[in-house]
């Protein structure tokens, strides 16, 4: 019973630590954190999505960055659209909210396309064939 035991808390303990320590890339930049200080303040999420959580009059914005490229997203942060309002944003503020969705975008795909269930119980996401 004491091996079964020694077993799980060994096994509990990898688990628990693999993969959470965040890399370089994974960190947060300050102007990406000042993109996402814009996006509150602008109240984004009332239109926009993140993983599907937001609201649904605007496109969700999690792989905005991938699957349209910067140049777009810059131009609808600039202009806005008919349905998107023109801010006034600064270069500067623009360029921000540009690198918080360049960091939202490295942090996974939405929807998942194809997963598989892993031995650990955790899933495996495939890339996404778009």
Known sequence: ??????????????????GTAAT??????DEARHG???????????CHQFYGLGGYMGPDLTNAISRR????????ITAGTASMPNFQLSNDEVT???????????????????YDVLW?????QEDDPR
């Open 1 to 18: 019973m004491s091996t079964l035991c020694i077993a799980f808390v060994i096994y509990s303990a990898t688990i628990y630590t693999s």
């Open 24 to 29: 370089h890339d994974q960190r947060m930049s």
């Open 36 to 46: 996402q200080q814009l996006y509150q303040e602008k109240n984004c999420v009332a």
């Open 69 to 76: 490229g910067e140049a777009v997203s810059r131009a609808f």
């Open 96 to 114: 921000a909210l540009v690198e918080f969705l360049r960091f939202v975008d490295k942090t996974g795909t939405y929807p998942p396309q194809d």
């Open 120 to 124: 650990t119980g955790g899933v495996s």
